[in-house]
């Protein structure tokens, strides 16, 4: 089992960027495939990328495509979200979430375990 905590959001203009942290509990967490979701008001949760369980392969949705990376710090047991060129409508809750993994894929769907989410505001 791993507990998740998000961190790093908060209120940012247009064009700005942010880093989200995902820290993990757990000597396992290398074992995990971890992905980022988000979720506006009024709108269904939207998968926005993962990253494998070692870290070699990452997945961004099309929506963030060249804007945001995702990383992960095994040694630290965090996984990062970089968001560069925000745009009001990434306005959201962000969420982190485990899936355990025997593979490099990375889940778009149906994760185990999950943050308990992080504002992010982009003011235009």
């Known amino acids: 089992q791993v507990q998740l905590i998000e961190s790093g959001g908060g209120l940012v203009q247009a064009g700005g960027s942010l880093r989200l942290s995902c820290a993990a509990s757990g000597r396992t967490y290398r074992s995990y495939a971890m992905g980022w979701f988000r979720q506006a008001p009024g709108k269904e949760r939207e998968f926005v990328g993962g990253i494998s369980r070692g870290g070699g392969s990452t997945y961004v949705a099309d929506s963030v495509k060249g804007r945001f990376t995702i990383s992960r710090d095994n040694g630290k047991n965090t996984m990062y979200l970089q968001m560069n060129s925000l745009k009001p409508e990434d306005t959201a809750v962000y969420y982190c979430?485990?899936?355990?993994?025997?593979?490099?894929?990375?889940?778009?769907?149906?994760?185990?375990?999950w943050g308990q989410g992080t504002q992010v505001t982009v003011s235009s």
């Open positions: 979430a485990a899936e355990p993994s025997i593979s490099d894929a990375i889940p778009t769907a149906g994760y185990d375990y």
